[in-house]
């Protein structure tokens, strides 16, 4: 895998014009952070360098020989009483010098009544997603690391189902002695396999983004500024047959706003006390803007935050993100060192055997 591939590949993309909007893509949930870190820094993030395998399950430019063996898990409580699970775990090819990681999201909806428009019940069904990926990276030169990431993604509610595939690629330029790390990845490029009704396929909920993140020199704090959805202006939600049945007017218009440009872009911090204890905290300003409702008080909507507490061989990390009126989800994270528990050396092999 060579990086000026990459690089010319994410080249290209910036000059393709896509077609989704705001809510007419399959597969949302893919948009859904995996991880507590990544939760606690405002649910986007791409340039936040930390030995947390989770992390690169969102961009594969963040795998690195650190992450050999290490398995995160993570279970969430959303809203409805949805459960979300996630399973990742890295391996480095010492012979390859390439860093490989595998990684699952796994969304249940529990059961629900089957119906038909009368309103008469069938049973009961147990409406699923998931994504399973695969992704490798490798470093060039001396700043540079370069990643792509492969998808499967399913997709089960009763009789209707649907699948499909899907390629992240990512680049990630760091410079350790500024503590200035730099990314840009293109996510969910792919298409469905099969179609929920057999009708034409759908997009794919396509984002290229670019994020910056600076640790400073002599206090214990890190900033992340993220963009995302480069390749078109306007994301705000917009459902053009609703609006029209509803008498509503459609946001399609191209007009310059600030607000519009503030959507593109999610802000995170990080806070490092000492060594074992790190808290972070975001805002995700299109989150806020799209889950507000009216002129009501919408609290802390848009906001998250999140702590870990970084052991040797074990990272317990939690986040708490808001999505409307004070109601938030709270993600639970386990991050194991397996070849510190099995015997393991550094890339695998037995020790003290």
């Not at 795998?63 to 809203?79: E, R």
């Not at 053009?240 to 593109?264: I, M, P, R, W, Y």
Request: aromatic residues 14%.
């Amino acid at each position: 895998m060579k990086c000026s591939f990459i690089i010319l590949l994410l080249f290209i993309i910036t000059h393709l014009d896509a077609q989704t909007l705001g809510g007419s893509s399959v597969f949302n949930f893919l948009k859904l952070p995996n991880t507590p870190q990544l939760t606690g820094l405002g649910g986007i993030n791409i340039s936040q360098t930390s030995n947390d395998v989770g992390m690169a399950f969102n961009n594969p430019a963040l795998l690195k020989a650190g992450m050999h063996t290490q398995m995160n898990a993570v279970f969430n409580s959303f809203y409805a009483g949805i459960k979300a699970y996630h399973l990742s775990l890295g391996y480095h090819h010492q012979k390859l010098n390439t860093h490989f990681s595998w990684g699952l999201n796994y969304f249940d909806y529990g059961n629900i009544t089957q119906t038909d428009a009368a309103g008469n019940v069938f049973g009961k069904f147990r409406p699923v997603d998931w994504v399973m990926q695969v992704s490798a990276s490798r470093s060039y030169l001396d700043k540079w690391n370069c990643g792509a990431t492969l998808k499967f993604i399913n997709s089960n509610y009763g009789q209707y189902r649907s699948n499909g595939m899907a390629m992240d690629v990512g680049v990630l330029y760091s410079d350790t002695a500024n503590l200035f790390y730099a990314s840009v990845v293109a996510k969910n490029m792919g298409f469905q396999l099969k179609e929920y009704d057999g009708s034409s396929p759908d997009d794919l909920p396509f984002d290229l983004q670019l994020g910056i993140t600076k640790r400073l020199q002599n206090a214990p704090f890190s900033f992340s500024l993220t963009v995302h959805h480069l390749h078109r202006f306007d994301i705000q939600y917009n459902d053009a047959v609703f609006n029209n049945e509803n008498g509503f007017e459609n946001g399609t218009t191209k007009q310059f706003s600030f607000d519009k440009l503030f959507q593109h872009v999610v802000l995170a911090t990080t806070i490092y006390a000492g060594n074992k204890i790190e808290v972070t905290a975001g805002y995700n300003h299109l989150r806020r803007q799209e889950l507000n409702i009216g002129n009501s008080l919408n609290g802390l909507n848009g906001f998250s935050l999140g702590a870990g507490v970084l052991f040797d061989k074990l990272q317990i990390r939690y986040a708490r993100a808001y999505y409307q009126n004070n109601t938030a989800y709270n993600q639970l994270g386990l991050n194991l060192e397996l070849k510190k528990y099995f015997g393991l050396g550094k890339f695998g092999e037995k020790i003290g055997w």
